[in-house]
Each structure stands twice: as structure tokens, then as C-alpha cells.
């Protein structure tokens, strides 16, 4: 069946960096899409970041354009999530969540991981 | 980025009873729209997906209707384990955004 495990997760300094991995299993990752999505503690869920199924197109929330670089391989089967210049406001759990149809960019979710804690705090 | 608001953000209701919850977009999504459940601990789980289409394994109790702005998620007859927090989320255009939640409890 289909798995998202994410990993990487901890407590960093602000200002510092983490990287977050997803890794996938269960169905053709290579044809699906893959979104990082937050939460904050006792708060809502957030789109973070995506990457197209071929890694041609990345897309980025405002709040975090510029300090965050999402990536892929499709021979691993794993999606990334490279966080620099954390800040205190990006403490959340992070969420890797599939697209419930191949190689649509944009769509609902149709399977989410455990997700991974990211503390920054100094 | 279009904005999602949610109504209520708490709703009290009994076991048994109808609960209905309401989503708001702030420009038309057509029926790019999902309904999510929440369980304290847990990763969101589908529920509803295209603003009325049950999502795999999801129990009949469970609906959802609307389009362009407005939508609603309806729980028939709240069972036990339906006690937990529902989010909307637009998927017409990125940031694909979702609402604050509604926390459905006893």
C-alpha cells in the first residue's frame, strides 16, 4: 500500500539549516507529485512547497521563497525539502502529501504521511 | 492567494445528531475543493474530494456539496470517532490554501 515516511526533523538553532526527506512507496512515484505541507503547533495546515513529477517546475510559499529548496529523486524514490535560515515561525510538523492523480500538479491529497517535527529555538 | 474561511470554528453537537460545516472561498475555486478529517495526533485523512465525492473507505454518513464559493461538509449521524477537527482546501490555484479548521467535539 502506499507509504510516505518523512525524516530529518529536530532542533535547530535559528538561522541554521535542516533537510527533510520523504520517502515513498507502494505506487509509481516517478508519475506522482509529492507536496510539503506544515503545521504549526495547535494551528492550521500550510502548503509549503512542490516539485512536478519530472522536477521541471517548482513551486513555494511566499513565507518561505528564498530560504527553502524543494528537489526530488525518482531513483530513490524520495523528495527533499532543504530548509535554510530557519526561523522561529517555522516551527511545525512537516507533512509530505501525495496528489491523488498522476502527474497533476495541483489536486487534493489523497495520502499524507506521519510527518516530522521541526523545533527552531535558541 | 485565495483565502478559505471556515464556520463555525467549534460546533458542539451529541452523538447521533446532523453537524453541518460550512467553507468559504474568497474567489470561485469551481469544485476544486477538499474536505479533510483530523484526529488529535494524527496526519490529515481524505475525506471528500471534487466538493462532493466520498473518498475511498469513507463511510456514507460523510457528504459534501457546493461550488464556485460556497461549500459544506454534512456528517449525518456523528458517530464516536467523528469527533475531531475538519479542514476545507482549494486546489484550483497555487498556494493551495485551506481554512483554520472546525474542531467538531461533544
Known amino acids: 500500500q502506499v507509504q510516505l515516511v518523512e525524516s530529518g526533523g529536530g532542533v535547530v538553532q535559528p538561522g541554521r539549516s535542516l533537510r527533510l526527506s520523504c520517502a515513498a512507496s507502494g505506487f509509481a512515484f516517478s508519475n506522482h507529485v509529492i507536496h510539503w505541507v506544515r503545521q504549526a503547533p495547535g494551528k492550521g495546515l500550510e502548503s509549503v512547497a512542490t516539485?512536478?513529477?519530472?522536477?521541471?517546475?517548482?513551486y513555494y510559499a511566499d513565507s518561505v521563497k528564498g530560504r527553502f529548496t524543494i528537489s526530488r529523486d525518482n531513483s530513490k524514490n524520495t523528495l527533499y525539502l532543504q530548509m535554510n535560515s530557519l526561523r522561529v515561525e517555522d516551527t511545525a510538523i512537516y507533512y509530505c502529501a501525495k496528489v491523488g492523480f498522476p502527474t497533476y500538479l495541483f489536486w487534493y491529497f489523497d495520502h499524507w504521511g506521519r510527518g516530522t517535527l521541526v523545533t527552531v529555538s535558541s | 492567494e485565495i483565502v478559505m474561511t471556515q464556520s463555525p470554528a467549534t460546533l458542539s453537537v451529541s452523538p447521533g445528531e446532523r453537524a453541518t460545516l460550512s467553507c468559504r472561498a474568497s474567489q470561485s475555486v469551481s469544485s476544486n475543493l477538499a474536505w479533510y478529517q483530523q484526529r488529535p495526533g494524527q496526519a490529515p485523512w481524505l475525506l471528500i474530494y471534487?466538493?462532493?465525492i466520498r473518498a475511498t473507505g469513507v463511510p456514507a454518513r460523510f457528504s459534501g456539496s457546493g461550488s464556485g464559493t460556497e461549500f459544506t461538509l454534512t456528517i449525518s449521524s456523528l458517530q464516536s470517532e467523528d469527533f475531531a477537527v475538519y479542514y476545507c482546501?482549494?486546489?484550483?490555484?497555487?498556494?493551495?490554501?485551506f481554512g483554520q479548521g472546525t474542531k467538531v467535539e461533544v
Open positions: 471534487t466538493a462532493s
Open positions: 516539485v512536478s513529477y519530472d522536477a521541471t517546475h517548482e
Open positions: 482546501q482549494q486546489y484550483n490555484k497555487w498556494p493551495q490554501t
